[in-house]
Nanobody
Framework: QVQLVESGGGFVEAGASLRLSCVAS????????MGWFRQAPGQEREFVGAVSRDGGSTYYADSVKGRFTTSRDNAKNTVYLQMSSLKPEDTAVYSCAARFSVDGRKTYTLSIHYNFWGQGTQVTVSS
């Protein structure tokens, strides 16, 4: 079955950096666009960033633009989220998601677009 497993979360101070990884199995990874979402306690799930099947297109939420970068390595079935200049408001559970995509350059920003989800990894940023 399809599995998405995130790692790399942790507890950091404001201004620090973290890199999240999401390893996929049970699917042909290069056929799937990938996305990152986050959910803070008491809040709705929020789009963070997305990368197309071929890695050539990315898209970010305004709240993270310029600070976060997502990329992928199709040979390793892995998508990454590099987070820099972290702020306390970035504290959340971060999850990756996969969406089958015919268009190699398309990114997806809505959670309903995605077929598969990981369990998430906690990121906590102290002030």
């Amino acid at each position: 079955q399809v599995q998405l497993v995130e790692s790399g979360g942790g507890f950091v101070e404001a201004g620090a950096s973290l890199r999240l990884s999401c390893v996929a199995s049970g699917l042909t990874f290069s056929n799937y666009a990938m996305g990152w979402f986050r959910q803070a306690p008491g809040q709705e799930r929020e789009f963070v960033g997305a990368v197309s099947r071929d890695g050539g297109s990315t898209y970010y939420a305004d709240s993270v633009k310029g600070r976060f970068t997502t990329s992928r390595d199709n040979a390793k079935n892995t998508v990454y989220l590099q987070m820099s200049s972290l702020k306390p408001e970035d504290t959340a559970v971060y999850s990756c998601a996969a969406r089958f995509s015919v268009d190699g350059r398309k990114t997806y920003t809505l959670s309903i677009h995605y077929n598969f989800w990981g369990q998430g990894t906690q990121v906590t940023v102290s002030s």
